[in-house]
């Protein structure tokens, strides 16, 4: 018997055009049958950093030159929402296909309650968008009032509120797809972030990371593990670093540990194992997270390669 796993794609999963992403799924798809034809029960979670950014700036453009009407952050997930499922789920349904495997596929467009004082709306985090010079950023910062922060290294993102998910709406909806045989893409880019007033959902203007909202989802569907894939084969402590060392596995207790030392850097793999934590915390006894590349996945749930952490 296999395990049901909640798998959270990283933006390599993806790409940075649509026509880009269409390509490179294909070989995301691959590695997700693999996980199938193993026996597993999957439900899928990606980000969309990149994506709802260009669309959000492109719409905002679009919006100023009269030629289109302004389009909220909130509905800019909702469409990144629905064309990266859209990809993922096509590439997977030719997958099965070619491998005879007999399964559905579904995307469930998915929202998520936040809380509206939550501290993540008065200190933008979540970069999203392209990557930018300290120049550039500055200039469309004075022309748009955007918020710009350096992302680990890498060059200067937009950054947006990134409030904690509280609920997943359709959570039971997802639970019973998965039940009639369908692997689910749901809690795309962390969810439509919604608040909640009297019994009504009104969408609200964040981001919500992709690895909290896997984390509540895998507790939400008593997940056996939560996988979430990156580009890095194994989680590393003194990063970049002469004495950089692999781990090829993590108690929680050594997780935060590391994380009070500072090991991890923000916005990159700290976010990663903050969510595996919550997520044990939690979750069922006998379960565990793994950090892993979307390369090896399949080397990496037979013990060959990746990081487990697990409940002491």
């Known amino acids: 018997m296999g395990s049901r796993l909640v798998v959270a794609l990283g933006g390599n999963a993806l790409g940075n055009t649509p026509k880009e992403q269409l390509e490179l799924v294909k070989a995301t798809a691959e590695v997700l049958a693999d996980l199938v034809e193993q026996g597993n ?26 030629v289109a009407p302004y ?16 990809h993922l ?7 099965f296909v070619r491998r005879g495997i007999q399964k559905n596929c579904v995307t469930l467009i998915t929202q998520v309650v936040v809380r509206k004082d ?27 009032g955007y918020v710009f922060k350096e992302d680990a290294g890498r060059g200067y993102r937009r950054v947006v509120a ?11 909806t997802i639970r019973s797809l998965t039940e009639q045989n369908a692997v689910v893409i749901a809690c795309g880019g962390g969810g439509i972030p919604v608040l909640e007033e009297v019994g009504a959902l009104e ?15 895998a507790l939400g569907l008593k997940a056996d593990r939560l996988v979430i894939l990156t580009a890095v084969d194994q989680v590393c402590i ?50 565990s997270a793994m950090i892993t590349s979307l390369a090896r996945a399949k080397e990496a749930m ?3 390669t990746g990081t487990v952490i697990y409940a002491e």
């Open 41 to 66: 029960e999957l439900v899928i979670s990606h980000g969309n950093g990149r994506q709802v950014g260009m669309l959000n700036l492109g719409m905002e453009y679009a919006a100023d030159d009269g």
């Open 89 to 95: 789920q096509q590439a997977l349904q030719n997958a």
């Open 203 to 217: 969408g609200v203007s964040a981001v919500i990371d992709k690895d909290r909202v896997s984390s509540l989802l």
């Open 162 to 172: 990134s409030p904690k998910p509280v609920r997943i709406v359709e959570l039971e």
């Open 71 to 86: 389009i909220p952050l909130p509905e800019c997930d909702a469409l990144t929402q629905g064309y990266i499922g859209y």
């Open 238 to 287: 003194h990063f970049g670093k002469p004495e950089q060392t692999a781990l090829s596995r993590m108690s929680i207790r050594e997780a935060e540990q590391y994380i009070r030392d500072g090991e991890f850097a923000p916005g990159s793999m700290l976010p990663k194992v903050e969510a595996c934590v919550e997520f044990l915390q939690k979750a069922k006894p006998g379960a």
């Open 302 to 304: 037979e013990g060959k």
């Open 118 to 144: 939550d501290p993540g709306f008065l200190d933008p985090t979540k970069p999203i968008g392209s990557f930018y010079t300290k120049t550039q950023a500055e200039n469309i910062a004075k022309s748009r």
